[in-house]
């Protein structure tokens, strides 16, 4: 898979950056207990993680029209739900401690998927809206 073949869509980039610089600060303001992650907060990205998936197997299974671009951002969005999921599931199963390290990891991942689903589906939503004019 090349992230370079969208040349129509070329927000897919943009996503990623911006969900890195998402998910690098949150573990940087984990680490330093600015901010907490609660259990409740896992199980809404959790569910919403869920929700998305469902909604994204539904709404490209009723596709019309051949778009080639949206094939790469479909893997971001797709990377971005199930790592939501992921590491929902992995930080409710571990807990989570303020001051730890590996759990600032686990949320900049947590969040830095979470960003990607979210910034990818918006490129999705572009790219299908050039794609048919």
Excluded: H, N
């Excluded at 197997?57 to 778009?67: F, N, P």
């Amino acid at each position: 898979m090349s992230i370079y073949r969208c040349y129509k869509c070329s927000c897919a980039i943009a996503a990623l950056v911006i969900s890195l610089i998402v998910g690098v600060i949150t573990s940087f303001l984990q680490i330093t207990a600015a901010i907490t992650i609660t259990p409740v907060f896992l199980w809404a990205l959790f569910g919403i993680a869920v929700l998305f998936l469902v909604t994204l197997v539904l709404s490209s299974s009723q596709r019309s029209g051949d778009c080639p671009d949206q094939c790469v951002i479909l893997d971001f969005v797709l990377a971005g739900i199930l790592g939501t999921i992921l590491f929902a599931l992995v930080l409710l199963a571990v807990g989570i401690t303020a001051t730890s390290a590996i759990s600032a990891i686990l949320a900049g991942l947590l969040l830095f998927s979470f960003s990607l689903a979210l910034t990818a589906q918006a490129c999705w939503i572009r790219c299908s809206l050039r794609c048919t004019e």
